[in-house]
């Protein structure tokens, strides 16, 4: 029996109870979690914003310690500090052999179960699914041997739990998919967990403005700690214009949408610049559709396009990631602002609605 928190049923509290969990099958592992981040995408699927097969133990920016490894893996083994991926990559499928294994297939095809389309979570005779595959709010998980990924020198869980969402998010948005150019404009709408992960990747990459934009002054001074430059309050003014005044007019060089809604999409959109890249890295209620100025689009051609994950490879960019924190280069220690025990993970959803700065992360 583990301790997990269930969803059974969106708009309702997660259920915090002891569950039971399997021994982990052939290419699977079992890990203790450490830490597990509070991320915006679980609130999606509490809300039902976003589908997914219920109950389930949602919770996938995770880090821990391997426990125990089932009969065939040979990359991690007991006692080595883990991070969690909630892509798992079956190393088979055309996304996989293509390079794109954070969009592997056969993951998507199996959802929130294990590859072989069981679950190890259940109650009783009740299923209960793992969201990503990760499960992360929950004392231990069972996860696919390629969705943990090991690392050599130990960082706290908490920094570590990070690396496996929102760091690679953000920071590949600009470095592996927008492909920011030393000197450019940036504009970074929503400066959550993720945006600011944005905008830390900006600064690694030397842009020249990082221009934060959210509705809530805290999130924007917060934000001037992980390198933004100016800050543009969009609960009482036009974001587009400000961000307009902010590049003599002309809009930004690349722009990143980080909240997940058709309105800030569009904003993220507008406030591009002739030859402007726009990049889509939350994700809006399931649905949404963005109204995108057709003709602008064509005229001054802007570049539009989605990334998921950060569009990077986990088990090569985690381990950098986790260089990059060890040398200085992100600023993790100050991103962690509170720590929560599993019991009060609704209440730290319910800080994360009151827009309270940086992350929250559950500690085990
Ligand atoms: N304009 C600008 N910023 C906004 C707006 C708006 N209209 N509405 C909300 N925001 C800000 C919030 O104030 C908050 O600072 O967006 C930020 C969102 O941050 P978090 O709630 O911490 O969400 P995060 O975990 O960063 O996820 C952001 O990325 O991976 C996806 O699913 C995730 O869609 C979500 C997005
Ligand atoms: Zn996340
Ligand atoms: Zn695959």
Redesign the pocket.
Known sequence: MVKAAVLWETNNPLVVEEVELDEPQAGEVLVKVGAAG????D??FMHGDAPIALPVVLGHEGAGTVEKVGPGVTSVRPAQQVILTFVPSCGRCKSCVTGKNHLCDNHGATGPNMYDGTTRLHKGDQRIHHMGKTACFAEYSVVPESGCVPIDVAIPMDKAALIG??VP??VGAVTSSANVQPGSTVAV????????NVIMGAALVNASKIIA????ES?LEFAMKFGATHTVN??DQD?VAQVKALTDGKGADYTFE????A??TK?AYDMAGKSGTVTV????PWGAEAGINAVDMVRNEKTMRGTYYGSTHASVEMPKLVDMYLAGKLNLDDLVVRQYALDDINEAYGD?DK?E?G?GVIMY
Do not use: E
């Open positions: 509070i991320c915006r995408s609130r999606h969402c929102c998010t953000g709408v929503g400066c959550g967990g993720v945006g600011l934009v959210d509705i809530r999130q969009a609960s974001p980080v909240f997940g809604s309105d800030t904003a890295v939350g994700i809006a994360m827009g700065v992350r």
